[in-house]
């Protein structure tokens, strides 16, 4: 009764104001800055999502770009060991080469908000899509669900995390806490996990929703943002088939099963997913491969959600007044998967897409504090280009420098293993999000115990 009790309290004592404070803004444009999004500027990475770590959430583009800007951008801290832990390299064997299933979470529990009074600004919720931004929840009976060992939507305890704490008895989704903030500044960047399945799932018909579709969903968003009054910086959508999840056949691979005892010829750079269970090989089913064909269906399907995205931004700027900075995502990873990155100067690339080649964290999926960086300077590139703010660029041959995941010497010298992932038979790479909300979720009542006691803790030193 008295855990209870504790609860009760903690939502109410939010009826009295907490003190906030304003940082010096060397950019004042930006000295109250928003971010609306999803795990990419969330800070998430290596499957994981930890404020301090290899690849933690103060690591972030927009964590980067606020640096820059001499702004604060307060943070939705996640402690150690995150929600979910993020993906290691467990060498079991000590050989010194990445060998299937060396990737993968060495600890099965999870962190929370680290600090769950602080006001924060990066509301960015790691799988959010252009529909589920303007879901709300209610934090009070998301806590509640946690202190009964109720289930709990994965998603929903990230927005709770994330959107919900300071607590508050009103319903919240990104939109609603975003209007709420009276930003100055808003960077946007979402749509990514609304074509992200076209890759991890080897499926140029995963996107389930029509460009048309997206572009209203994607106007709308831009349209509420806008009540705010501020400008912003929105980005649009880079070619999945390139992301380091996704490795080239490479003669490993030279046939694929159509079904019906037909097999049909692979080429060398069809892609396969990383963590395609060995059991399939050597001949997996054929919706198991992206051949060239495919690749150019989900690239089409991508330049036409990128369409909607630039249509939007320009009629929102004429309707509502607001300036509004594109960023050019899709043209910097097309760049980086062609030439990688050099970045000091000698005219061969220093970073790559490649597994392990400085862009992409373990997962494949979500940058390394390399590729952050290399995205918050494309951001800081079209701020100053539309509003003329001069933000200097992040130094990101320093950042590289210090980024143990582009220097990792497990390196492969060609492609990754297969069934690189996790635990054997089972594809962590298709349904990426979906099984990372699954294993919150299967883990929520551990977490609503954490959360009691935690809430306790905070009580007995308060009073």
Same mark, same amino acid.
């Given at each position: 009764m008295k855990r209870i009790s504790h609860l009760?309290?903690?939502?109410?004592?939010?009826?009295? =104001?907490? =003190?906030?404070?304003?940082?010096?803004?060397?950019? /004042?444009?930006?000295?109250?800055? *928003?971010? *609306?999004?999803?795990?990419?500027? $969330? @800070?998430?990475?290596?499957?994981?999502?930890?404020?301090?770590?290899?690849m933690g959430q103060v690591n972030g583009a927009a964590s980067l770009v606020a640096r820059q800007a001499g702004v604060r951008l307060p943070l939705p801290l996640m402690s150690s060991p995150g929600v979910p832990p993020p993906l290691t390299i467990d060498d079991a064997n000590r050989n010194g080469v990445l060998d299937p299933g060396d990737v993968r979470r060495v600890v099965d529990d999870l962190g929370m908000r680290s600090k769950p009074f602080r006001g924060v600004r990066n509301l960015a919720i790691p799988g959010e899509d252009v529909a589920s931004v303007f879901d709300e929840i209610g934090p009070d009976d998301v806590a509640r669900q946690l202190a009964g060992g109720d289930g709990v939507n994965g998603r929903d305890l990230l927005k709770f995390l994330i959107l919900g704490l300071p607590p508050t008895t009103d319903?919240?989704?990104? *939109?609603?806490?975003?209007?709420?903030?009276? /930003?100055?500044?808003?960077?946007?960047?979402?749509?990514?996990?609304?074509?992200?399945?076209? $890759?991890?799932?080897?499926? =140029?018909?995963?996107?389930?929703?029509?460009?048309? *579709?997206?572009?209203?969903?994607?106007?709308?968003?831009?349209?509420?943002?806008?009540?705010? @009054?501020?400008?912003m910086a929105v980005a649009n959508l880079p070619d999945v088939t390139g992301i380091a999840a996704l490795r080239d056949a490479a003669g490993e691979v030279t046939s694929c099963d159509a079904g019906g005892g037909v097999l049909a010829p692979v080429a060398v750079d069809d892609l396969l997913s990383i963590d395609l269970e060995r059991s399939a090989l050597p001949t997996p089913p054929c919706s198991k491969v992206l051949d060239a064909t495919e690749r150019a269906q989900v690239r089409a399907t991508i330049v036409a959600f990128n369409a909607e995205?630039?249509?939007?931004?320009?009629?929102?700027?004429?309707r509502r007044s607001v300036g509004i900075a594109p960023v050019d995502v899709f043209a910097l990873f097309d760049h980086l998967r062609d030439a990688g990155a050099d970045l000091d100067g000698d005219g061969t690339p220093d970073a790559t897409t490649a597994y392990l080649g400085g862009v992409f964290s373990l997962d494949g999926i979500h940058p390394t504090r390399t590729?952050?960086?290399?995205? $918050?300077?494309?951001?800081?590139?079209?701020?100053?280009?539309?509003?003329?703010?001069?933000?200097? /660029?992040?130094?990101?041959?320093?950042?590289? $420098?210090?980024? =143990?995941?582009?220097?990792s010497r497990f390196r492969p010298a060609g492609e990754p293993p297969f069934e690189l992932i996790g635990d054997p038979d089972v594809d962590d790479i298709e349904g990426f999000f979906t099984k990372i909300f699954d294993r919150l979720s299967n883990q929520a009542k551990r977490f609503g115990e954490h959360l009691l006691d935690r809430i306790t803790r905070w009580f007995d030193r308060l009073f």
């Amino acid at each position: 009764m008295k855990r209870i009790s504790h609860l009760t309290a903690f939502f109410l004592l939010l009826a009295t =104001p907490l =003190p906030t404070t304003r940082a010096h803004a060397d950019v /004042p444009r930006l000295r109250r800055m *928003v971010v *609306v999004g999803d795990s990419l500027l $969330a @800070g998430f990475a290596s499957g994981g999502f930890v404020g301090h770590g290899r690849m933690g959430q103060v690591n972030g583009a927009a964590s980067l770009v606020a640096r820059q800007a001499g702004v604060r951008l307060p943070l939705p801290l996640m402690s150690s060991p995150g929600v979910p832990p993020p993906l290691t390299i467990d060498d079991a064997n000590r050989n010194g080469v990445l060998d299937p299933g060396d990737v993968r979470r060495v600890v099965d529990d999870l962190g929370m908000r680290s600090k769950p009074f602080r006001g924060v600004r990066n509301l960015a919720i790691p799988g959010e899509d252009v529909a589920s931004v303007f879901d709300e929840i209610g934090p009070d009976d998301v806590a509640r669900q946690l202190a009964g060992g109720d289930g709990v939507n994965g998603r929903d305890l990230l927005k709770f995390l994330i959107l919900g704490l300071p607590p508050t008895t009103d319903s919240v989704s990104q *939109v609603t806490r975003a209007r709420d903030l009276g /930003p100055s500044f808003l960077l946007v960047w979402i749509g990514s996990n609304d074509v992200l399945g076209m $890759a991890t799932d080897t499926n =140029p018909a995963a996107a389930d929703e029509s460009a048309a *579709v997206f572009g209203q969903r994607f106007r709308r968003l831009l349209d509420a943002l806008a009540d705010t @009054g501020a400008d912003m910086a929105v980005a649009n959508l880079p070619d999945v088939t390139g992301i380091a999840a996704l490795r080239d056949a490479a003669g490993e691979v030279t046939s694929c099963d159509a079904g019906g005892g037909v097999l049909a010829p692979v080429a060398v750079d069809d892609l396969l997913s990383i963590d395609l269970e060995r059991s399939a090989l050597p001949t997996p089913p054929c919706s198991k491969v992206l051949d060239a064909t495919e690749r150019a269906q989900v690239r089409a399907t991508i330049v036409a959600f990128n369409a909607e995205i630039a249509a939007a931004i320009a009629d929102t700027e004429q309707r509502r007044s607001v300036g509004i900075a594109p960023v050019d995502v899709f043209a910097l990873f097309d760049h980086l998967r062609d030439a990688g990155a050099d970045l000091d100067g000698d005219g061969t690339p220093d970073a790559t897409t490649a597994y392990l080649g400085g862009v992409f964290s373990l997962d494949g999926i979500h940058p390394t504090r390399t590729g952050h960086a290399l995205i $918050a300077n494309a951001f800081i590139d079209a701020i100053n280009a539309r509003f003329g703010d001069g933000i200097a /660029p992040v130094n990101v041959a320093r950042v590289n $420098a210090s980024d =143990p995941l582009a220097h990792s010497r497990f390196r492969p010298a060609g492609e990754p293993p297969f069934e690189l992932i996790g635990d054997p038979d089972v594809d962590d790479i298709e349904g990426f999000f979906t099984k990372i909300f699954d294993r919150l979720s299967n883990q929520a009542k551990r977490f609503g115990e954490h959360l009691l006691d935690r809430i306790t803790r905070w009580f007995d030193r308060l009073f």
